[in-house]
């Protein structure tokens, strides 16, 4: 399938700017096939009144329509086959494995939205019926339920260039949420934006949508992305990447003339607390679970372990050097972008270079010239240190982690205490460690958008029970997961409406339920309908 | 009971600055009794600091505890007796009989979210089950819940002094999500406020809640209520009010190191569309109930109709001239404060001055010399006026309306197209006007918070159905109520538990489900417990 690095703007395709760029193995340093043209003002202006457009027409669609073209964008995401698997791999240095399992994830994905509207009850329709001999006043006959909010930006993140990219989360849930999308597109992988950008073409044909219920845009984040959040029509954005890049886009949206909202998951170190019982009886088990969460996706996950928390002792200095020596015996790996790789190194040599901090088992790292690979890494530090430098809260993206052994349990608390947003936090612990450190569970919890107990925070489960979130800055807007069905709440809310008759109530409110959906009627939750 | 104008900080009262300032009654312009003193900076730090405390000693208190705390305030509400009603009317020019039926709303209010929490399944619980055995990874057990955000900034409204201030929607449906809140009093009306705030203080101590469940400070919006809302203590804010005032304390917001949420409801002109076999069959009827809505609160309500749009046609002009004359008997009352009277009058005779805009029945106004009196008034103007000029557009708070006069159905949906963002709009219209007009109700849903058909939107049904909200700028977040349970959403967030053994749970997600919850179990909606 060839490239041709057009704007997707609907059905039709443009490339009307001077301006082009080029995506770049960052394995190999090559420049790969096809230049992307940047978006002009005029296209993205087209792609938004066929947003708007698109965003009306979607409102006569039924559920179960929508439902078809989202299964259908998973079905011609499939039919791409292995072009897209060889793309993704070549502009990101991930291996194709890899990409296998997130485009498996990205379907599954579309097709868990695609159940969920079909089911219907999401729309959280609430009935109150009118009581007319009420006294002072009668009650009137009251009615609520979430509809689409309007046209969507959704920013492709570097580090799943499906899951969270042209056809991810984000893009899923704001079209079950009956918004259409307009994406901006990453500059390290526009080639997979661009193959899926076409599969998503294709589907909304076949299912009969609106066109401007998709464009794909390519251009810079700071003009092409920046001019899309601040476009009048859109009415939300959805980011995955750098605290950097989504607080420009949350500030350039709080600071237009009417607001929007931009669902920024940024950034977080993910604090994993090991437990002294814990440590005794599976530091082992810990140390391997560690070492491959630390290096998943060469440490390129948002819910990355950075952190580990301990008491310091014998047990801890066995278990730190042996975690050491795994991620020293793991294999360097290409980075997403020679960009990302030279943050990385900057961040690594930085903490090297910190007094009080100290890298395990290696006596001097050496990078490779070439290929921009991460070496994996172990760095120590004590909690007093921790908790005076700010530096060390901050997220080293890439496969490092940092130990913070604590002379007490008090020491402990302060730690804990420092941490302020957090995607994730994970205690190991025995029974006896979580009774002993009881306090610990609730004052995690108040700072993370989920707390595990075992285990390790990569591997995010795509559910109804899922929170990909969490206070700033692990997002911008605490209230809301980026991941499982809650992600369709940011692209909806809530209309009500009084006294309006039957017949021209949305069907989801009608007294006859024709969805079966469950609603909270008078007080009460039924699948009934209203008498 | 005799005020002393003190913050009330937590159990304590404070004051230590040296300015002051008086409340005064409008309809005399006298100063009413007390001086009340500014809050320094450290009398709101003190505030902070204990809701900060309050949020971890809130998280051990039960439901059933937190709601024995809201029915208590109620209870203690109603011991203040006369001495509120009087003061809220010494202090607004409002009649006692208002502030009898404000009271029962505020009472029902606080009854209301003690119900709900009692009850507890607002919290949304969702439980996905393990499955240790799925490939290629096994399913971790996830279970979701929302829970408190944190401290809370609520600031008093000048036109609802006690069922959007102290002790109003804002604040308990704070308290009922969790989180302490932390009242920026009204400049107009501080006696009432610290009256409401000495019942709370009351309640607060007799149901043994932590002492920074609450705390009232007075003070300057610009000075007091800005570092309230930059205080990093606090999680978020609700205001209703002006769109200038709301705009600058979410704007102060987002601009903080850790953004937060801003719940400001602010501006909205909520147009009254007017169809034609409804017009032949109900003129009359419409016109009183018009009258009545209008001039309700002295137009000082946030759901005032401020618009109405009908087609032009001799029906309408002695509708119109009904409608004013209902309007030209209807009493001159004061308004809240000489600053909002102020306000009105000069909007007024902005209005009044513009060329293509006609005040109906007068041939030339009088407000009077003393007692900030409104005079009641409709406007008319035609299509294409109010398409051209912006500023018929901006809410004119008090109570007046606009009729806007449309030659055609056309330019009726030319107008309905310029509204953007509204609390509501309603329809009144025959079946038949509604099948003629289908397409006006969803081009109105999706620019309003509430869409009525037939009544008047003054009058906001306090319930679960109810949705009091709406784009830019009726409000700055329009996924949430202000009015009603869902209310709590704003001041609580989700977080998920993986694999936390049952014990260490939230009771809401342990598998016993003790509370009786609503639950979505593994994709179904249930109140069965766990196998």
Partial sequence: MDLTG??????????????????????????????????????????????????????????????????????????????????????????????????????NQLGLFASLIREGSWVDARIETALPDRTPFPKPDVRLMRRPLGPVAVFCA??????????????????????????KAHHAHPGTAELVGLAIQKA?????????????????????????????????????????????????????????????????????????????EDAGQIAAGLRQSVTLGVGQFCTCPGVLVMLSGPETDV????????????????????????????GFEKLDNKEAVDLLGHDAVQFEATGNRAVPALFRTDAATFLADNELSDELFGPTTLAVVCSSRAEMFSVARKFRGELTATLHGSQADLKAYADLLPLMAARVGRLLVGGYPTGVEVCSAMNHGGPYPACTDSHYTSVGTGAILRFSRPICFQNVPDAFLPSALQNGNPDGLWRLVNGGMTRDSVQ
């Fill in 6 to 107: 057009q704007q997707i703007i609907g059905q039709g395709r443009s490339a009307e700017g001077p301006e082009t760029f080029t995506a770049t193995n960052p394995a190999t340093g090559d420049a790969l096939p096809a230049a992307f043209y940047h978006a002009t003002s005029s296209e993205l202006d087209r792609a938004c009144a066929l947003a708007d457009a698109a965003y009306v027409a979607l409102e006569k669609k039924t559920p179960e329509e929508r439902a078809a073209f989202l299964d259908k964008v998973a079905e011609e995401i499939m039919n791409l086959g292995d072009a897209l698997i060889v793309r993704a791999h070549d502009e990101t240095g991930l291996p194709e494995a890899r990409f296998q399992g997130e485009r498996g994830r990205t379907c």
């Fill in 158 to 183: 570097s580090n799943f260039p499906l899951a969270f990219s042209v056809a991810g989360g984000d893009t899923a849930s704001a079209w079950a949420a009956g918004c259409p999308v307009i994406v």
């Fill in 204 to 280: 909304a044909a076949a299912t009969n949508m609106p066109e401007g219920i998709f464009s794909l845009l390519y251009g810079p984040g700071r003009s092409t992305g920046m001019d899309l959040v601040k476009h009048p029509i859109v009415k939300a954005a959805g980011f995955t990447g750098s605290q950097q890049g989504g607080r420009a886009l949350f500030d350039a949206a709080a600071a237009r003339p009417a607001p929007i909202p931009v669902y920024a998951e940024m950034s977080s170190i993910n604090p994993v607390f090991i437990l002294p019982e814990a440590l005794k």
């Fill in 319 to 346: 278990f730190l050097a042996q975690t050491a020596t795994l991620l020293l015996e793991s294999s360097h790996d290409t980075m997403l972008t020679a960009g990302i790789f030279d943050a990385y190194r900057a």
